[in-house]
């Protein structure tokens, strides 16, 4: 039989500069703030209040030769309908006591969809994306409108709308799931709703409804201009453009012109078109590409990010973790902890972060090396 604890505080006492010596009457005192469920400041203050982030997430690297075994073997033990709802395997932070988080906000997760399986319907407030590492065949049908996944394709389901997944293809499928359920579920805003146990539009068009409206460059249909909306109308981000976008920007940088993010760095971020600003209102998504021989500047930055590898190989260190990484590798960087990037042979990285809710905090900062040797000088 359990029993609950009828004082659920318990202020423990510490020593240390500005604290009250330890008598008899402060201790009384603090049985009173028990008893009330009070906690005063002075003895938390070095928790709340920290000199700078302190993430309970750790830095940590999952193999994609180990994650796929994983799947497969999941999709010959594990039904895909109604009720568990999605063969998704999340990541779990080391640092976050056996949640499946990713970071204390994200959410990463490798759906598997065997062949000519279905994905039932259902919508949620949580935003949610697809990155494709690998394969084609499935199609996401997001509020009935058919979305062809292909290699190197990033594709959106913002919170609430209708969605399931259906697999015309003979073989099996894995992709990247990436959700802001963490901070849904810290801030207790969470609603869930089913809908058909199959999708209702099965055909698979090359292009979805989305894509023909929305996906032109600089071109916005007159009938929906002016209208932002808080998510990117654009179902589909399609491979061929964003490694257009890449190979464009070196380029230009070979040529003596601006546009890369440094030296053999290209960079891009996949924007809303309808106000400029990020594909969702909790989650930023780039692609980026080192050349040979490249390393990136030791960054850090308040607010988290979860990094998947494209192709290539790349060298990271995280804090004061190191890794060599390869295709399908995945990698978080928690708040504040120092990046660094580096490739003798080139590499692609896909990356999700929650900067713009730090960024609509007015919470958000970020920090390089060449910023500390500046203010060094």
């Given amino acids: 039989m359990t029993t609950t604890d009828p004082r659920p505080v318990r202020i423990v006492p510490t020593d240390g500069p500005g604290q009250p010596d330890r008598t008899p009457e402060l201790d009384?005192?603090?049985?009173?703030?028990?008893?009330?469920?009070?906690?005063?400041?002075?003895?938390?203050?070095?928790?709340?209040?920290?000199?700078?982030p302190?993430?309970?997430?750790?830095?940590?690297?999952?193999?994609w030769r180990h994650l796929l075994p994983l799947a497969?073997?999941?999709?010959?033990?594990?039904?895909?309908?109604?009720?568990?709802?999605?063969?998704?395997?999340?990541?779990?932070?080391?640092?976050?006591?056996?949640?499946?988080?990713?970071?204390?906000?994200?959410?990463?997760?490798?759906?598997?969809l065997g062949s000519r399986e279905d994905a039932p319907v259902h919508r949620h407030t949580q935003n949610a994306f697809r990155f494709v590492v690998e394969g084609e065949g499935v199609w996401t049908v997001v509020d009935g409108d058919p979305v062809a996944m292909r290699r190197g394709d990033?594709?959106?389901?913002?919170?609430?709308?209708?969605?399931?997944?259906?697999n015309q293809s003979d073989a099996p499928m894995a992709w990247l799931d990436g959700l802001d359920i963490p901070f849904v579920h810290l801030t207790e805003s969470a609603f869930f709703e089913f809908g058909p146990d199959t999708v209702q539009d099965r055909s698979a068009p090359a292009r979805s409804r989305s894509e023909k409206l929305w996906a032109h460059p600089g071109i916005a249909p007159v009938s929906l201009a002016g209208r932002p909306t808080p998510s990117s109308p654009?179902?589909?981000?399609?491979?061929?453009?964003?490694?257009?976008?890449?190979?464009?920007?070196?380029?230009?940088?070979?040529?003596?012109?601006?546009?890369?993010?440094?030296?053999?760095?290209?960079?891009?971020?996949?924007?809303?078109?309808?106000?400029?600003?990020?594909?969702m209102?909790?989650?930023?998504?780039?692609?980026?590409r080192l050349r040979p021989g490249t390393r990136t500047r030791t960054r850090r930055e308040v607010g988290s990010s979860v990094y998947q590898v494209f192709t290539g190989t790349g060298q990271v260190r995280v804090g004061d973790r190191e890794w060599t990484v390869e295709r399908g590798d995945?990698?978080?960087?928690?708040?504040?902890?120092?990046?660094?990037?580096?490739?003798?042979?080139?590499?692609?990285?896909?990356?999700?972060?929650?900067?713009?809710?730090?960024?609509?905090?007015?919470?958000?900062?970020?920090?390089?090396?060449?910023?500390?040797?500046?203010?060094?000088?």
Avoid: C
């Fill in 330 to 377: 995945l990698f978080v960087v928690p708040s504040w902890q120092p990046l660094t990037v580096g490739s003798e042979t080139g590499v692609d990285l896909f990356r999700f972060a929650d900067a713009p809710i730090f960024e609509r905090l007015h919470q958000y900062r970020q920090q390089t090396d060449d910023d500390l040797e500046g203010a060094g000088r």
């Fill in 72 to 112: 497969q073997r999941a999709g010959e033990l594990v039904p895909v309908g109604r009720g568990g709802e999605r063969r998704a395997i999340a990541l779990a932070n080391p640092g976050l006591g056996g949640a499946p988080y990713a970071t204390p906000t994200l959410w990463a997760a490798i759906q598997y």
């Fill in 234 to 279: 654009i179902a589909a981000y399609r491979w061929e453009f964003t490694d257009r976008a890449l190979r464009d920007q070196l380029e230009l940088a070979d040529d003596g012109h601006p546009g890369v993010l440094g030296p053999g760095h290209a960079a891009v971020r996949f924007t809303n078109p309808t106000n400029g600003g990020d594909v």
């Fill in 154 to 166: 990033f594709l959106l389901t913002p919170g609430w709308r209708f969605h399931g997944h259906h």
């Fill in 28 to 52: 009384d005192l603090y049985l009173g703030f028990e008893a009330e469920s009070l906690v005063p400041l002075w003895t938390e203050i070095g928790d709340l209040m920290p000199p700078q």
């Fill in 281 to 288: 209102p909790t989650i930023r998504a780039e692609m980026h």
């Fill in 54 to 63: 302190r993430s309970k997430a750790l830095p940590h690297a999952w193999r």
